[in-house]
């Protein structure tokens, strides 16, 4: 079912309204508490803006970092608040804690239009535990919840999914929308050829996520570490590449199954091998029948970016997730920048090219090419969920679409 989102409210709904939004401010901080990117807090802006401009009192809700639970002054939203007020050009006030006096004393001074940021909610144990009276708490310094977390909408928390279920209106902001309408989508009712490729370096992380696309998608291209995994299935030697001894049998069935449905799998047939996993190892190819013993794999080769781009050629839609090989390393980031390059290409033809979340973003960015995808995710675990048919429950908990 179809979530309502904020467009649906107008000003009679919002103008005077304290409206809680639950975004994803979980952004890097270098050694001296500076904030290194602050993508995350940018794509929160429309929802903010929009809020702003209907003259609703907005109150951020956030978490930032692993604070298990208690108060880290280094983890305080504190750097987040100033970048915050900046990108907004107005003094965004920030509270001790999320619950309390102080946040009830915050709250109630605003005026339209005003923003209040609540200190980090995982602060509170409670938040992670969905415990009903902290999320009590936070529900009444509001009258609306927007969830524009998408990064956190695995979640069942507090503030992500709680909250949403005791307000009365409880409704998808701008980017969670455009999340749920990309990835979603591209699952439920893509344009075809629909084509997925998969790297990273575990068959085991993205097992849920490879069987679901198997059964949606026209063709699916395998890169990253968890190629030996298949290549071991198969019966071939793969040196000492990383392989997942006990998925063996399961990268056999995946294979299986995609040649039962019809789904063209496709595996690199050479690589780009390595000494030793460090940025300056001695480096050759090799076709994956003949790799020797003493080296490993860390990147896909020329012949086999040949064979991804062909077979990207006819798509129409294509979901990315995963790196093909070690890209933080020069040497063997060819192959994760030649599909980027190839995606890029083909997003100006039309193509709707969807980066689903983790280090695929990391290495489209460092590539220079985000801008030049249709659409790039900003939750990585929450991407792959979704992408794996499972029910997140920061969505499932918000109003249905009228």
Known sequence: MAKRSLSSLGVEDLCGK????????NVPLNEEGSITDDTR???????IQHLIENQAKIILAAHF????????EDLRLTPVCKRLSELLGINVVKTESC???DAESKVNAM???????LENVRFFAEEEKNDPDFAKKLSALAEVYVNDAFGAAHRAHASTEGVAKLLNTSVAGYLMEKELQYLQGAVDAPKRPLVAIVGGSKVSSKIGVLESLIDKCDKVLIGGGMIFTFYKARGLS??????????LELAKSLEAKAKLKGVELLLPHDVLLADDFAPDANSQLAQISSIPEGWMGLDIGPDSIKLFQDALADCKTVIWNGPMGVFEFEKFAKGTNAIATTLADLSSKGCCTIIGGGDSVAAVEKAGLASKMSHISTGGGASLELLEGKILPGVSALDDQL
């Open 18 to 25: 304290r409206v809680l939004v639950r975004v994803d401010f």
């Open 99 to 101: 619950i309390g006096p």
């Open 41 to 47: 807090i940018r794509a929160a802006l429309p929802t």
């Open 65 to 72: 970092g692993r604070p298990k639970g208690k108060v880290n």
């Open 111 to 117: 005026s339209k239009g005003d923003v209040v940021l």
């Open 238 to 247: 793969v040196g000492k590449s990383l392989v997942e001894e006990d998925k």
